[in-house]
Structure formats: structure tokens, C-alpha cells
């Protein structure tokens, strides 16, 4: 890997993000008024936000990374953009590098507003530290992008890697403890959702709602969380091909 190719492939895609103030509203606007909204639904039952508010703060920009880096990715591929950057001196790793490095510095800030919206706004009540509360959604907001960037090799347009977002996203959502514990569940969806990432990402908020301290489950959660986002990427450089007409 080349650091300065890397760096130079992530300042290419953040000013072609700088000329889109709509995908940047969607990154940087969308948790902060869905986390908003969800704390109004509950206006008269501020306990149960406070139950599920720290884990939706890291499935929203997990959602919204997904969405918009999968629909940038596969535009720079429809477009003949990565083939024309794949037929210069720029290797797999410094390309998915940069994106992600791109994506990531904007997934630093969304879960950085996220957060402080939620914390110091919203009056979310945590007993933790709200930079774990921070570390866990911005893991999570890699994660996304880590996904968004795999899933667009395998859609041949927009609205395409949009339907991947029921396929890749929704079964986590529904099995990774938010509505019920896992361990209640069918032994075979437990089993399920013990080797998806979502799982541990929520596991790792409510470890920050519980507890004062860093707990070794919580080291666990975001290092599973951390290792799935890097696989992803790995598997995501995997299918970065040339493509002829």
C-alpha cells in the first residue's frame, strides 16, 4: 500500500463529495433527525429512549454509510472511473483505502454530531462514557461504509444497491437484540445473529448504558465490530476488477 496514492484517492472522492451538499446532508443530517424523532415518539415515556436511543445511535449511521457509500462506489464504477484508476499505478489496497478513509473521516463527523445531539440535545442518559458511546457508532459508521463499498460490486445500478440495503441490513436489524434479547429468540436465530456484526455493535452500546467502566464484553463487541468492517474492506478490494465494454 502507497500512503500518498491512498491520500491522494481519498482527496479525489471528498471533493467530489464537496460538490454534492445533498449527500452531505444525508450523511451528516439524517441520524441527527431520526434520533430526534425517536425521542419525541417516546416524549412521555423517556425511559424507553433511553433503552433503545444508544443502540439506534449506532444503527443510523450504520444505515446511512451504507446507502451512500454503496450508491457513490458503484456510480465511480458504472461511470468507468475505477477502471481508468485500476489501468494506472494505483494497487486494490490504495484504491478501497482511500474510499474508505474518505468515507471514514465524514463517518467521524457524523457520529461526532450524532452523539453530541443525542447526549447533550436529546438528553439521552447513559452511565458510561460518552466516548465510548462515540467509538461504538463511529465503529459502527465504518461498517456501513465497509458494507456499501462491498455490495456495489454486485449492483449494476442505483436502485439496485438500494435493494441490497433489505438483503445485507434489515436481517440484522431484526436480529440483533433491539426488539427482543437474542437470547430469548429461536436457538437458530440466536445462532444467527451471534455472527452478525449489528449484534455486537448493539451489544457494545448497551454495555455503555449499563456500565461506568470499559468492561471486557465491551472490548469484545468493538473489536468483533472493528474486525468485521476490516474483512468487509478486504473482500470489498477483492472485487475491484477491470470491467471491459
Known amino acids: 500500500m ?3 496514492r491512498t491520500l491522494a484517492t481519498a482527496a479525489r472522492v471528498l471533493r467530489q463529495l464537496r460538490h454534492d451538499p445533498r449527500t452531505i446532508a444525508l450523511m451528516l443530517l439524517v441520524p441527527i433527525l431520526m434520533i430526534t424523532l425517536l425521542r419525541y415518539v417516546f416524549d412521555g415515556s423517556p425511559g424507553t429512549f433511553d433503552s433503545i ?3 439506534l ?3 443510523f449511521p450504520l444505515i446511512t454509510m451504507f446507502l451512500v457509500t454503496s450508491i457513490a462506489t458503484l456510480r465511480e464504477r458504472t461511470s468507468g472511473t475505477l477502471e481508468r484508476l485500476l489501468a494506472m499505478p494505483l494497487g486494490k ?3 478501497i483505502a482511500g474510499y474508505a478513509l474518505a468515507f471514514g473521516a465524514l463517518a467521524v463527523v457524523q457520529s461526532a454530531l450524532a452523539t453530541a445531539a443525542a447526549l447533550w440535545v436529546l438528553g439521552l442518559d447513559v452511565t458510561g462514557s460518552p466516548w465510548l ?3 461504538v457508532a463511529l465503529l459502527d459508521a465504518l461498517l ?3 458494507l456499501g463499498l462491498f455490495v456495489s460490486a454486485f449492483a449494476a445500478s442505483e436502485f439496485q444497491a438500494v435493494q441490497f440495503m433489505p438483503a445485507v441490513i434489515f436481517p440484522q436489524l431484526l436480529l440483533c437484540g433491539l426488539f427482543t434479547p437474542r437470547d430469548t429468540m429461536q436457538p437458530a436465530l ?3 445473529s451471534d455472527v452478525l456484526p449489528m449484534s455486537y455493535a448493539v451489544d457494545g452500546m448497551n454495555e455503555v448504558l449499563r456500565h461506568t467502566d470499559m468492561t471486557a464484553a465491551f472490548l ?3 473489536l468483533v465490530v472493528a474486525a468485521c468492517a476490516l474483512l468487509v474492506l478486504t473482500l470489498g478490494a477483492a472485487t475491484l476488477r477491470r470491467r471491459t465494454a
Do not use: H, K
Open 2 to 4: 502507497n500512503g500518498s
Open 133 to 135: 458511546l462515540l467509538l
Open 190 to 192: 440466536e445462532a444467527v
Open 93 to 95: 489496497s490504495d484504491l
Open 220 to 222: 469484545r463487541d468493538v
Open 53 to 55: 436511543g444508544a443502540s
Open 57 to 59: 445511535l449506532g444503527i
Open 144 to 146: 456501513g461504509t465497509a
